[in-house]
């Protein structure tokens, strides 16, 4: 490295006395760095000539960031290395997008779980008021731990498109570390890491699950692939929200587009509502998910929806029920009369009859277990002690029974013409 770059002004060399290994070295250049940010890149990379500039514009004022390019792989330059890392609840991180082929389905700069270490840049000051890598890591883990504790004082993580770097695949590293004292950090640093960060990830987890924006956006997805088995299919996501489900969708390649009337910033979804769409394309998939009871023609919508349909297209339809035995229990209290916008309130056999009417087939009915309505216990905590223990000792009968099927709160079907 001296040989090759000592000479250049612009660029200094630290040498270090010791074994620093990756997290210790990147500290060591971060103290006798002297900008304001800070680049961390792995020496196996080739990088695009604008990637740092695209990086400081997508900062832009910002300073409690980290942002990561767009890596693919040096030797297949079409396939995706990551485009950020995703952390499960079980304490795994991967990279996202990781062996696919680049067909821009990633082509939107958006938040992750955490950067990639091979390359990224954060603020140096807020680098340091992270304390830097924990170099108890040496290697593995040590990017998913900063990017967590920087989430824990509102820091977050961005993957930006638009920078690019060609990553060869840690071939010194192969070469030099054998593949127990691989697998040991791997397993070690993973335990460490959900660890230290365990009450940030449950709390984070809890919201999303109880948002229907983590585990229920999955369960809805995978479903729907193994039903249609196809790996590719167009889909449009109507009512979409704020396309949790849509980019969830686009991120595992499918090409999806959605529809809301008022939706955030999104280069996909279309401003409308579902009267007044217009579309010169039909798909092979339209999901509604919570959209129906919000509908003044339901009946008009689902024939329209028709018209959007492929000929061997399926309709993904999910709405709570009425008529179950929780709503009779809780009565007024019954989570689906919370919400005011609603317009339907529909029995399981008032759906099927108006799916019946409007040329749709249903085919089969989807698994809705993870998406409990918890009005069984909130309503009691608002009435009284006695309302209180009603409600904890029916909570779970009534669950039990809606997970067997004989107590429908909320319904996914799947529908062909």
Same mark, same amino acid.
């Given at each position: 490295?001296?040989?090759?770059?000592?000479?250049?002004?612009? $660029?200094?060399?630290?040498?270090? =006395?010791?074994?620093?290994?990756?997290?210790?070295?990147?500290?060591?250049?971060?103290?006798?760095?002297?900008?304001?940010?800070?680049?961390?890149?792995?020496?196996?990379?080739?990088?695009?000539?604008?990637?740092?500039?695209?990086? +400081?514009?997508?900062?832009?004022?910002? =300073?409690?960031?980290?942002?990561?390019?767009? $890596?693919?792989?040096?030797?297949?330059?079409?396939?995706?290395?990551?485009?950020?890392?995703?952390?499960?609840?079980?304490?795994?991180?991967?990279?996202?997008?990781?062996?696919?082929?680049?067909?821009?389905?990633?082509?939107?700069?958006?938040?992750?779980?955490?950067? =990639?270490?091979?390359?990224?840049?954060?603020?140096?000051?807020?680098?340091?008021?992270?304390?830097?890598?924990?170099?108890?890591?040496?290697?593995?883990?040590?990017?998913?731990?900063?990017?967590?504790?920087?989430?824990?004082?509102?820091?977050?993580?961005?993957?930006?498109?638009?920078?690019?770097?060609?990553?060869?695949?840690?071939?010194?590293?192969?070469?030099?570390?054998?593949?127990?004292?691989?697998?040991?950090?791997?397993?070690?640093?993973?335990?460490?890491?959900?660890?230290?960060?365990?009450?940030?990830?449950?709390?984070?987890?809890?919201?999303?699950?109880?948002?229907?924006?983590?585990?229920?956006?999955?369960?809805?997805?995978? *479903?729907?692939?193994?039903?249609?088995?196809?790996?590719?299919?167009?889909?449009?996501?109507?009512?979409?929200?704020?396309?949790?489900?849509?980019?969830?969708?686009?991120?595992?390649?499918? =090409?999806?587009?959605?529809?809301?009337?008022?939706?955030?910033?999104?280069?996909?979804?279309?401003?409308?509502?579902?009267?007044? &769409?217009?579309?010169?394309?039909?798909?092979?998939?339209?999901?509604?998910?919570?959209?129906? *009871?919000?509908?003044?023609?339901?009946?008009?919508?689902?024939?329209?929806?028709?018209?959007?349909?492929?000929?061997?297209?399926?309709?993904?339809?999910?709405?709570?029920?009425?008529?179950?035995?929780?709503?009779?229990? &809780?009565?007024?209290?019954?989570?689906?009369?919370?919400?005011?916008?609603?317009?339907?309130?529909?029995?399981?056999?008032?759906?099927?009859?108006?799916?019946?009417?409007?040329?749709?087939?249903?085919?089969?009915?989807?698994?809705?277990?993870?998406?409990?309505?918890?009005? +069984?216990?909130?309503?009691?905590?608002?009435?009284?002690?006695?309302? *209180?223990?009603?409600?904890?000792?029916?909570?779970?009968?009534?669950?039990?029974?809606?997970?067997?099927?004989?107590?429908?709160?909320?319904?996914?079907?799947?529908?062909?013409?």
């Amino acid at each position: 490295m001296k040989k090759n770059y000592g000479k250049k002004k612009k $660029i200094k060399i630290i040498r270090s =006395n010791k074994q620093l290994y990756f997290t210790g070295g990147s500290n060591l250049g971060a103290k006798n760095a002297r900008g304001e940010k800070l680049i961390f890149l792995n020496s196996d990379t080739v990088v695009d000539k604008n990637w740092i500039k695209e990086l +400081v514009k997508f900062a832009n004022g910002h =300073n409690q960031y980290l942002i990561q390019p767009k $890596i693919l792989f040096y030797n297949q330059k079409d396939i995706i290395d990551n485009v950020g890392g995703k952390y499960t609840f079980f304490g795994f991180g991967y990279g996202i997008g990781r062996g696919e082929t680049d067909c821009e389905q990633y082509d939107e700069n958006r938040q992750v779980d955490y950067v =990639n270490a091979t390359a990224f840049m954060i603020d140096k000051d807020f680098f340091w008021k992270l304390g830097g890598f924990d170099e108890c890591f040496r290697y593995f883990y040590e990017d998913v731990d900063l990017s967590l504790r920087a989430k824990k004082v509102d820091g977050k993580s961005w993957y930006c498109y638009q920078s690019v770097v060609y990553h060869k695949g840690s071939l010194s590293f192969k070469k030099n570390v054998s593949k127990k004292v691989i697998f040991y950090y791997l397993q070690r640093n993973r335990l460490i890491t959900f660890l230290k960060n365990k009450i940030l990830l449950h709390l984070k987890h809890f919201s999303q699950m109880s948002k229907h924006k983590f585990l229920i956006n999955w369960l809805r997805f995978w *479903e729907l692939k193994f039903f249609i088995k196809r790996r590719k299919f167009s889909l449009l996501d109507l009512g979409c929200g704020d396309g949790s489900f849509l980019h969830l969708a686009r991120q595992h390649g499918i =090409n999806a587009l959605g529809v809301e009337k008022t939706p955030l910033p999104h280069p996909h979804i279309i401003v409308s509502s579902i009267k007044d &769409l217009k579309l010169d394309k039909k798909f092979d998939v339209v999901v509604m998910f919570h959209v129906l *009871e919000h509908l003044k023609n339901p009946e008009a919508s689902l024939k329209q929806i028709m018209t959007l349909l492929k000929k061997d297209g399926i309709l993904v339809i999910e709405v709570p029920l009425i008529g179950n035995f929780t709503e009779k229990f &809780l009565q007024k209290d019954y989570f689906a009369y919370h919400d005011k916008s609603h317009v339907n309130f529909f029995t399981k056999n008032k759906l099927l009859s108006l799916l019946n009417k409007t040329g749709f087939v249903v085919k089969r009915k989807g698994c809705t277990l993870l998406e409990f309505p918890f009005t +069984v216990l909130t309503s009691g905590f608002k009435k009284g002690i006695i309302k *209180e223990l009603t409600g904890l000792i029916f909570f779970l009968p009534l669950k039990l029974l809606s997970i067997f099927g004989f107590n429908d709160e909320i319904i996914r079907l799947y529908c062909v013409v």
